[in-house]
């Protein structure tokens, strides 16, 4: 079976002494606990895994009964080290105090019990783990199937992988359209839009949410005023209100928005908004018109390549530690710039979108970036980009 690369992060963690609650968080459907279970399978640590999945939202005291079972059954097998490992931990309210009362006592009485937790998406975990669990977790952010793994998992080529994007179950329906729609919609937008939010969040216009996402979706790659986002939705109410959505969107790494790339923090947050998905499966599940029709619209594929690129950038942000940003002036464009601790990095897709690319001519005088590069060029094919590591693009030559 196919290990992603965090099957060696998560071993290693596990297998080293006792230091902190291992927190596994990321997007529906990424194999999170698939990975968990591989890990399983090869440790030599005794352990107990439940999921809380079917387990009453108003019982957390579940979690100190697994607790006890498992200091019980370390006592009677008089086993050194133990290992929890809860699965949708963040369906339980209040979850995170009883982990920390639990994790406490262990700490206290010296008792060598190692936990895992699993969550869906930062949106459902980062309120319990900041206001809780402070300094007693290390968290692994498992991000989207990249168009390398996909490849050598599923034998996608690039094509495939910018349209179907990077959801492993749906790649067994990729010749399947209609079902392979249906698993994008039903197994990871819905639960999404309709399900996790609404878990951690008071969502007044639960269908203006959906509406907003949708539209994101259908605007991926392109800039648009939150005004005029207002003007094609019903009820909207205000920017406010789909600015808070947005971000709530992001949280669940489905769709973002990037801001414009300036010298003061004012000129940027105070932009025009760009959008872009998380995962081109979204796109193409909720606005495409199947895969041959739109991979032979050069201009509409343009959206797609660019989007493609997008993706892999916002995914792995957090991963390398920096910010994506797009650039415009006039008639000047760059698609994205990357920023980390004051380096930047220009990126132009040669998609078919624009007939030229002296936006990035003129975004490298004005701001003298460390690298500008051209995807899609004759020199660096948008395969090759989407196989690069991203931390190399800050890294000394």
């Known amino acids: 079976m196919f290990k992603r690369k965090y099957y060696d992060i998560i071993k290693a963690r ?40 079917a387990v009453d939202p108003d019982r957390p005291e579940w979690l100190s009964d697994t607790w006890e079972n498992a200091r019980n059954i370390m006592k009677l097998r008089r086993y050194n080290e133990f290992l929890i490992v809860i699965d949708e931990v963040q ?30 998406s930062r949106l459902l975990i980062k309120k319990g783990l900041t206001e809780s669990l402070a300094g007693r977790y290390e968290l ?62 008071t969502i007044y216009k ?3 949410l959906k509406q907003l996402f949708e539209l994101s979706c259908d605007y991926s790659g392109e800039i648009l005023s939150l005004t005029k986002m207002l003007g094609q939705l019903t009820d909207a109410g205000n920017v406010t209100t789909l600015s808070t959505y947005i971000e709530l969107l992001n949280d669940s790494q489905v769709v973002t928005k990037l801001h414009k790339y300036a010298n003061d923090n004012a000129r940027r947050f105070n932009s025009i908004p760009k959008y872009q998905v998380y995962n081109t499966a979204l ?68 998609s078919g979108r624009r007939k030229s690319n002296e936006g990035i001519s003129v975004f490298s005088k004005k701001f003298s970036p460390r690298i500008a590069l051209v995807v899609g060029s004759e020199a660096l094919s948008v395969e090759d980009f989407l196989t690069t590591n991203l931390g190399d693009l800050f890294e000394d030559f």
Request: hydrophobic share 35%; aromatic share 14%.
């Open 14 to 53: 596990i297998e080293e002494e006792r230091l902190s609650i291992q927190v596994i968080a990321g997007p529906r459907q990424v194999g999170k606990s698939t990975v968990v279970s591989q890990v399983l399978e090869d440790l030599k640590i005794p352990y107990l895994s439940e999921s809380a999945d």
């Open 91 to 120: 369906k339980l309210n209040n979850w995170s105090e009883f982990v920390k009362r639990e994790w406490d006592a262990d700490t206290r009485n010296k008792t060598n019990i190692k936990v895992v937790l699993l969550g869906s």
């Open 140 to 201: 692994i952010r498992m991000g989207h199937w990249s168009f390398e793994e996909m490849r050598d998992a599923f034998g996608f080529d690039i094509n495939q992988y910018i349209y179907f994007g990077g959801y492993p179950q749906g790649a067994k329906y990729k010749g399947n359209e209609k079902r392979w729609r249906d698993y994008i919609k039903y197994s990871i937008i819905e639960p999404v839009v309709a399900k996790d939010i609404l878990m951690t969040t």
């Open 206 to 208: 639960p269908a203006l």
């Open 283 to 350: 796109m193409s599940a909720n606005a495409g018109r199947g895969f041959e029709k739109e991979f032979t619209d050069s201009k509409r594929w343009g959206r797609w390549v660019e989007s493609a690129v997008g993706a892999y950038l916002v995914s792995n942000a957090d991963e390398y530690g920096y910010k994506v940003y797009y650039w415009r002036e006039n008639d000047y464009e760059v698609d994205f710039v990357l920023e980390r601790k004051g380096v930047t990095v220009a990126i132009e897709v040669k």
